[in-house]
């Protein structure tokens, strides 16, 4: 079984630049809560501008990295 793993995402919108159209998303994970709001509240993104989602909501991930395995050497005879 996989453990759970639990985490708070902040999106981040910024406008790299004045004269351009194009504005980019940054997905910024915390561990805690506490740190998620805490630059939630310093970049005034508390919700998402464009969709007004919350910021910072517990995600929770089941996700494990998987195990990777280390090759055998050939044997002698089958070099």
């Known amino acids: 079984m996989t453990p759970k793993v ?6 981040l919108i910024t406008l790299p630049d004045i004269e351009a159209k194009e504005h980019l998303i940054h997905r910024i994970v915390f561990e805690k809560e ?7 509240k ?3 993104q508390h919700k998402d501008p464009w969709v007004q989602k919350p ?3 517990a995600v929770e991930s089941h996700y494990s990295y998987p195990e990777v395995r280390i090759p055998l050497r050939k044997p002698e005879f089958m070099k």
Do not use: G, P, R, S
């Not at 639990?6 to 999106?11: C, G, P």
């Not at 506490?34 to 939630?40: E, F, G, K, R």
């Open 42 to 44: 310093m970049f005034n």
């Open 55 to 57: 910021n910072c909501v």
């Open 34 to 40: 506490v740190n998620c709001l805490y630059h939630a």
């Open 6 to 11: 639990l985490y708070y995402v902040l999106f």
